[in-house]
Antibody, heavy 118, light 110 residues
């Protein structure tokens, strides 16, 4: 059973780069597509983007200029980098696997709160 | 890419049925049969409840059902139970291979 776990700094300074890692256990990232999704406090979900191990990426147009999602050579981790952050990027960040055929985001990590400070 | 439109809140009494709508456009819900619904309890990760508009994953109660007509999808929960109280989000595939979520609906079981 595949499980995902996010990790990374919980506090990032404004204008700096947010970096998070998602570790996949019980499987590898060499198949399927792997996503980052975020949720500002008290608000809804926002899809950030996905990657495949072969190098395919696709990003939310509203974030595309600041986002990079990439695979780790370990084949069990992938990462998110979001540059030039502001307070509006404060959110719980989730990683999740997506099936492009069925359109299902499953499973999800538990999420990690990242706060952007001035 | 705009968020799909959901009502902010719905409510119902135990045993009753409720429906949550999710309205998109011809570039997302209307174009693809890839609408999914997620249940999220406070402080928890979302849980897949319905996919491809009307299919249920293994383990999800048959009290949850989905449908789609044109640019609008709906989630119906029958026989409401206290444990169904949560936030619900729809999600759809969209043009250019992207994905878009709804703004979320808070379900209150009275």
């Amino acid at each position: 059973q595949v499980q995902l776990q996010e990790s990374g700094p919980g506090l990032v300074k404004s204008s700096e780069t947010l970096s998070l890692t998602c570790t996949v256990s019980g499987g590898s990232i060499t198949t399927h597509y792997w996503n980052w999704i975020r949720q500002p406090p008290g608000k809804g979900l926002e899809w950030i983007g996905y990657m495949s191990y072969s190098g395919t990426t696709n990003y939310n147009p509203s974030l595309k200029s600041r986002v990079t999602i990439s695979a780790d050579t370990s084949k069990t981790r992938f990462s998110l980098k979001l540059s030039s952050v502001t307070a509006a990027d404060t959110a719980v960040y989730f990683c999740a696997r997506v099936s492009l055929v069925a359109g299902t985001f499953d499973p999800w990590g538990q999420g990690t709160l990242v706060t952007v400070s001035s | 890419q705009s968020a799909l439109t959901q009502p902010a809140s719905v409510s119902g009494s135990p045993g009753q049925s409720i429906s949550i709508s999710c309205t998109g456009t011809s570039s997302d819900i209307g174009a693809y049969n890839l609408v999914s619904w997620y249940q999220q309890h406070p402080g928890k990760a979302p849980k897949l409840m319905v996919y491809e508009g009307s299919k249920r994953p293994s383990g999800v109660s048959n009290r949850f059902s989905g449908s789609k007509s044109g640019n609008t999808a709906s989630l119906t929960i029958s026989g409401l139970q206290a444990e169904d109280e949560a936030d619900y989000y729809c999600c759809s595939h969209a043009d250019s291979g992207t994905w878009v979520f709804g703004g979320g609906t808070k379900l209150t079981v009275l």
